[in-house]
């Protein structure tokens, strides 16, 4: 299409991929958890630190969006980077549970500050052109970028670890594109600051922002959107670096003639970085193209289906890792990596017929605080159940309990 065209050329357009792009660059991705373990951490008190991490992100979810909404989103994009980096610092010097506490608190403010804020700005500025309509397209092309991004990480992050001293200077590594993207959101054009209202009062603030929620809690199709995102998004974050002890299994009882002159540390971590790689590519690849299906067929059956889908294929994973066929399981991670970067941008086609221009920033973060509080409840109970019973046995608990949430966020004609 000729506006597809033009819409790729435009070059704020490519700054929002490009922030994408750096946003992703989180060298340290594929082996986080295998970096926690080291640290003499199990599982359990992992499954602490991410629930640490998303109570802070949490507690901040919505009033961040708030302080987006009135006092400008460009600025709030300036706090997260910062945020990060110091977090960054803390994960550096950690050396035990209590740093790695403090450093999970500023990634939480980080997280806190950053979701929903760029995509509102997205929004704002597809409106101020007059092409809101192809949101799930630029969304998914933008989306395509953040994943590629990850896939290059998680390739370069394989050199990076063997010419590093250790793990932890992947951190440092990453403060250098987190720089970068600081400078780009100050580059964005004033007027995508958005900011409303400044002069009110505090007391008038906290009131309008009560208002703002209690029209979000009437809406009966949006708090189910918002619901199913929240859960699909929260159970992918939960079991995604589970890949991560099932490749360490697998090495243990493998014979692979692949790398026979390095360990099975060094294999682990040449494994993990390629697995990460691939994975983000065909992510990136599934994004840049779902507006294509969205398209053709309706977003909402899209978006409620593929909910279950990914349900089956978590069961099918608790088979597959009890039953040993690793390979076979690697191929399901595959799948749900496809799918959760598929479906993203079909919520935010969704999600953005049903809420008003100033309610984006606030909407966006209400979702993103549902997912932080099933984070909350849920990351240390999976971490102790893959703890005192078995990974596969984790699993199998995730995908019947999506299953059965499923049956309640089905949106009807009548509801919608």
Same mark, same amino acid.
């Given at each position: ?6 819409? /790729? ?5 490519? /700054? ?47 009033? =961040? ?13 300036? !706090? ?20 790695? &506490? ?47 991004? =990850? ?15 250790? *793990? ?17 959101? +100050? ?42 995102? +929240?859960?699909? #998004? ?5 079991? /995604? #670096? ?7 299994? !697998? ?35 599934? =994004? ?11 977003? !909402? ?6 909910? #279950? ?12 890792? =009890? ?15 496809? !799918? ?20 984006? +920033? ?10 932080? *509080? ?37 949106? &009807?004609? /009548?509801?919608?």
């Amino acid at each position: 299409m000729t506006l597809h065209n033009t819409i /790729k050329k435009d070059r704020q357009i490519w /700054k929002f991929c490009f922030y994408g792009f750096f946003k992703n660059l989180k060298f340290f991705e594929p082996y986080l958890l295998v970096y926690m373990l080291t640290m003499g951490l199990n599982l359990f008190q992992i499954g602490i630190l991410y629930a640490i991490r998303e109570a802070i992100t949490y507690v901040f979810e919505v009033p =961040s969006g708030i302080i987006a909404d009135h006092y400008g989103k460009k600025k709030e994009l300036l !706090m997260c980077f910062a945020f990060y980096i110091v977090s960054f610092l803390f994960f550096f010097v950690g050396s035990g549970f209590g740093i790695m &506490t403090i450093g999970m608190i500023f990634y939480g403010l980080g997280e806190a500050f950053r979701s929903g804020t760029h995509k509102a700005i997205i929004l704002g500025y597809l409106e101020h052109k007059g092409w809101y309509e192809h949101k799930a397209f630029v969304y998914g092309r933008t989306r395509s970028f953040s994943l590629l991004g =990850s896939s290059i990480s998680a390739f370069v992050s394989i050199v990076l670890v063997f010419n590093l001293p250790a *793990l932890k200077w992947l951190f440092i590594v990453c403060i250098i594109p987190y720089l970068v993207d600081f400078l780009l959101i +100050a580059s964005y054009p004033a007027y995508l600051d958005e900011k409303q209202d400044t002069d009110k009062t505090m007391k008038a603030f906290i009131q309008a922002s009560i208002e703002q929620l209690k029209e979000i809690k009437k809406n009966l199709v949006l708090r189910k959107i918002l619901l199913s995102s +929240a859960a699909y #998004d929260g159970a992918f974050k939960a079991i /995604k #670096d589970y890949i991560q002890p099932i490749m360490s299994l !697998m090495l243990i009882g493998a014979s692979t003639r692949l790398f026979m002159d390095f360990s099975d540390d060094q294999k682990l971590k040449i494994y993990l970085g390629l697995l990460y790689g691939v994975f983000y590519i065909f992510s990136s690849l599934a =994004s840049r193209n779902v507006h294509k299906i969205t398209h053709k067929y309706q977003s !909402m059956p899209i978006f409620y289906r593929s909910f #279950d889908a990914m349900a089956l294929l978590i069961l099918l994973l608790s088979f597959t890792v =009890s039953s040993n066929y690793m390979w076979l399981s690697i191929f399901i991670f595959f799948m749900i990596y496809i !799918m959760k970067d598929t479906r993203r941008p079909v919520f935010v086609d969704v999600c953005s017929d049903y809420m008003s221009k100033n309610q984006r +920033a606030t909407v966006l973060s209400v979702e993103s605080q549902i997912r932080a *509080l099933l984070l909350i409840i849920f990351a240390p109970i999976l971490g102790y159940i893959a703890d005192a019973f078995s990974i596969s046995t984790m699993f199998l608990g995730v995908g019947i309990s999506l299953i059965v949430l499923n049956r309640f966020l089905k949106v &009807t004609d /009548k509801q919608s």
